[in-house]
C-alpha cells in the first residue's frame, strides 16, 4: 500500500529517512521512483513498452554503512513499511521490485574493497560493489574472484549472494556460494550479525548458506569475504562439433566423471548450434558446439587438455581445434548483443534448471516438448552453461516474436508457458532455477519444487521478520497482504 505523498507519515517517515543517511540520499522524485519500478523480469519491461506503470516505491535510500542499514530496517519495522534491496537492478526475476510500495534501499554506496588478505587469498567487500570494479580493484594485485557472469558490469556482489549467481568461470572455481567465507547481514529488527569467519566448521548449520540465496527476504547482507585466486598464467580452449546434443552431453559427463577441472564447458543444442553459433562465431555446423577450456599453470593446462581431448575424439565427432575454441572466449559477451539477443516486444523467458546427469536430457526434453506442442506461437533452444561432478546446468530459453498487443494477455500467456515449462522440468528431476533465483515471478511455485520442505523456509522467515517486512511477495514468502 504506496504511502499517500501529502500524508502526515510521508513527512515523518522522510524526516526519519533523513535523519540516518541525509536529505541527498533520500529521493521521493518522479524520475526514481519509476527507474526502481523495473528491474530486467520481462513483464515490469512490457508493462513500460505498453505505457502501463510498474508499482512503485515511495522512498529511495542509498546508506553508506551497515549501521545506517540497521537504523533504515528499524523505521521499516516500526511503520511495518516494505523494505526492498536493490543492488544493480539487473535480476531477471522481479526480485528487486518494490511490489507493495514502501521504501526501496539501494545498496550501491556501500563500495568499498576492504581488505584483501594475499596469506589466506581472501577478499572482503561491501555488498554494493558492482563486481567488475571488484574484479578491476584484485586484478590490480595479480589476483581474481573468478565470478565472471554475463552482468558483472551492471550486477552487485549483494545480488549475486542474493541470487546464488554463477560465472563462466563457474566449473572450476564454483557458485558465488562456493566463494564465500563469511558475511555480513542487518535483520529485519536492526540487529547487525556475522557469521564465523571460515566456511569449514563443525558450529552448527553454515549461516552464511542461510542468507545466500534469500533475496533480501531474512535481510540485507552488507560485507562478505571472498576466496581469491591468482590469475592464472594461461587459458586454453578447444571446440569439438559432435552429431546431435546427446552425444555432446555424453562428453561432457565424461569429462566431469574423469575428475578434470574445466574452468567452462558450455554446450549449444542443434537449434542454438545452427542459430547463435553461426551467426556470433561464423561456425556453420550441424550438430551440437562444444566449447571447454582449463586454466592455470602452463604445463597443468596441457595435460588437462591431452585428456580432455583424448575423452572427446574417443567419441564420434568434428574436431574444431583451439581457435574456434578461443573465438567462443573472446565473443562471450557478444550473445547479448542486440542483433543476438532477444528484446521488447519479443517475449523470452530464461528457463535456467539444473539436474544430475541421469535427468538432465530428459528436463530438457520434457520443456522442449511443453514449448512445441502446447505453444505453437513459440520457439525453444537452449545450452548447457554450469558443470558439476554430478549433473550440470540447463539455460533454456522460450521465444515469442509476436506476442499478443494487449499486455494482460502476453503476460497470462507468458505465466502459462513458464508455469507449464517448470511443471515438466520439476517432474524429469530438474529444479525450478539454477542461478537466476525466485524473486517475484517464480515464488508460486516453490511449494511445489521444496514440498513439506518448503513449510521450514517460511517458519525461518517468520522467525527473523515477523512483521513481514524485508522484500514482501518474493520467494513465495505472503505473496499478497
Ligand atoms: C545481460 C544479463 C546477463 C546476466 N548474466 C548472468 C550470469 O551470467 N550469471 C548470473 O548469476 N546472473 C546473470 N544475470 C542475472 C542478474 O545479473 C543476477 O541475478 C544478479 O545476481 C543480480 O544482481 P543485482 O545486483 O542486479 O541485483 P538486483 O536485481 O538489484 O536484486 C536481485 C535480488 O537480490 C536482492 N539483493 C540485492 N542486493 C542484496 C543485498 N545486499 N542483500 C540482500 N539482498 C539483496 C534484491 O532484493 C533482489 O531480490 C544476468 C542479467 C543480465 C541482464
Known sequence: MPVPTHSYVHEMLYGELADVVGPENVSTSQSDKIAYSCDYYWIPEL????????????????????EEVSRICRIAGNYKIPLTTWGGGSGSQ??????????????????????????????TAETGIIMQHLEWALEREGLATMHVPASMTCATLGGFLAHRGTGVLSTKYGKIEDMVMSLEAVLADGTIVNTPAVPRHASGPDLSQLFLGSEGTFGVMTKATLKIHPLP???????????????????????????????VIRLYDEAETRRLIRRVLGIDKEGAY??????????????????????????????????????????????????????????????????TFAHIENVYRAMK??????????????????????????????????PPDDPHEAAQLYNRIWDACLRAALREGGLLNE????????????????????????KIKKSLDPG??????????????
Open 94 to 123: 522481479g526480485g528487486a521490485l518494490p511490489i507493495q510500495g514502501g521504501i526501496v534501499l539501494d545498496t550501491k554506496k556501500m563500495s568499498r574493497v576492504l581488505e584483501v588478505d594475499k596469506t589466506s587469498l581472501t577478499v
Open 468 to 481: 513481514n517486512v524485508m522484500n514482501p511477495g518474493k520467494m513465495g514468502f505472503e505473496m499478497w497482504r
Open 47 to 66: 508493462w513500460i513498452d505498453r505505457g502501463c506503470r510498474n508499482p512503485e516505491p515511495d522512498f529511495v535510500v542509498h546508506p553508506c554503512s551497515a
Open 290 to 355: 562444444l566449447v571447454f577450456g582449463f586454466d592455470g599453470d602452463a604445463d597443468l593446462v596441457d595435460l588437462e587438455m591431452s585428456k580432455a581431448l583424448s575423452i572427446c575424439r574417443a567419441l564420434p565427432h568434428e574436431d574444431l581445434g583451439t581457435k574456434l575454441g578461443e573465438d567462443w572466449w573472446e565473443h562471450r559477451y557478444d550473445f547479448f548483443f542486440p542483433n543476438h539477443m532477444f528484446h521488447i516486444p519479443q517475449a523470452f523467458g530464461t528457463l535456467d534448471t539444473v539436474a
Open 435 to 458: 542461478h537466476h533465483g525466485i524473486g517475484l515471478k517464480l515464488g508460486r511455485l516453490m511449494k511445489e519444487q521444496h514440498g513439506p520442505a518448503y513449510a521450514v523456509l517460511e
Open 233 to 263: 598464467e594461461v587459458r586454453r580452449f578447444h571446440a569439438f562439433v559432435f552429431p546431435d546434443l546427446h552425444a555432446g552431453l555424453e562428453a561432457g559427463r565424461q569429462l566431469m566423471a574423469r575428475r578434470l577441472r574445466p574452468c
Open 369 to 402: 516438448q511443453v514449448v512445441e506442442e502446447q505453444f505453437p506461437m513459440a520457439r525453444y533452444i537452449g545450452h548447457f552453461s554450469h558443470w558439476y561432478e554430478w549433473g550440470c546446468m540447463l539455460y533454456a530459453r522460450f521465444i515469442i516474436d509476436e
